[in-house]
């Protein structure tokens, strides 16, 4: 972070790459990626920066580092990113419309069913289930219900 003129962005990703092991720890890879993101940013790499920044954000909330977050945040916001929620995974990644599809879809109703119930278009529906699927990271209607049932998941299935 000191080298002159900017931070070394080589370093920093070597820096996470060393923290980003199987159990990190989530303070410091959350700090590493978020001096990365903003020296990607200040460095002109404005769409690599957010995907990076967005990523130490979720870590920052997951650790329940405020100071991070909100400093994530406000480099997101500079790098021209609209960060809706501080989590991107998980359960409470998912917006009130992505949750209302996924509590039917985990009853059993097919996308056309739900895109009659709640008077949207199928396409609709289908967006928002691609969203639930990736934010909760299941490929199945069980390992969903899994998920929204807070029941740990099941990679084997």
């Given at each position: 972070m000191i080298a002159e003129p900017v931070p070394d962005i080589g370093l920093l990703h070597r820096s996470?790459?060393?923290?980003d092991t199987i159990d990190p720890s989530l303070l410091?890879?959350?700090?590493?990626?978020?001096?990365?993101?903003a020296a990607q940013r200040r460095a002109g790499e404005r769409v690599?920066?957010?995907?990076?920044?967005?990523?130490a954000l979720d870590l920052a909330h997951q650790a329940g580092a405020t100071a991070i977050g909100k400093r994530a945040?406000?480099?997101?916001?500079?790098?021209g990113a609209r960060p809706r929620r501080?989590?991107?995974?998980?359960?409470?990644?998912?917006?009130?419309?992505?949750?209302?599809?996924?509590?039917l879809m985990a009853q059993g109703m097919t996308s056309r069913q739900i895109a009659e119930q709640l008077y949207l278009t199928l396409s609709t529906v289908e967006w928002?289930?691609?969203n639930v699927y990736r934010k909760l990271d299941v490929n199945s209607r069980q390992t969903l219900k899994d998920a929204?049932?807070?029941?740990?998941l099941d990679t084997e299935r």
């Open positions: 996470v790459a060393v923290l410091e890879l959350a700090t590493s990626l978020l001096e990365l993101g690599r920066c957010r995907s990076t920044l967005r990523r945040h406000e480099e997101l916001l500079a790098a501080p989590v991107i995974q998980g359960p409470n990644a998912l917006t009130p419309s992505e949750h209302r599809i996924a509590d928002h289930r691609r929204l049932s807070g029941q740990p």
